[in-house]
């Protein structure tokens, strides 16, 4: 009902930038809260960034001042503008949103998608 596409992602050399998407679709209500995270080989998943329906913004330390998080709405899409990429940014980037389904809009449910793979080269 509900799908969460990632795009973007690809090999960059370090220092370069790339511009990640996610756009929801399917039978969708509302949405609050879109997020990023990422799983790097042999670790957890971890939070990197998240934006709220408002516009505001969080982020983890290891990427506060090299990416930026960016919303639309009228196209249910979120934004991962990443620049300065280093080698320790290479991971698999996931996109989460909170959001409401029709039909049953009072339940806030959690959504992810399959996933874009970053590649940072030294």
């Known amino acids: 009902q509900v799908q969460l596409v990632e795009s973007g992602g690809g090999l960059v050399q370090a220092g370069g930038s790339l511009r990640l998407s996610c756009a929801a679709s399917g039978s969708i209500f509302s949405i609050d809260a879109m997020a990023w995270y990422r799983q790097a080989p042999g670790k957890q998943r971890e939070f990197v960034t998240a934006?709220?329906?408002?516009?505001?913004?969080n982020y983890a330390s290891s990427v506060k001042g090299r990416f930026t998080i960016s919303r639309d709405n009228a196209k249910n899409t979120a934004y991962l503008q990443m620049n300065s990429l280093k080698p320790e940014d290479t991971a698999v980037y996931y996109c989460n949103a909170d959001l409401r389904v029709l039909g049953d809009s009072r339940k806030r449910r959690a959504y992810w998608g399959k996933g874009t793979l970053v590649t940072v080269s030294s």
């Open positions: 934006i709220t329906s408002g516009g505001s913004t």
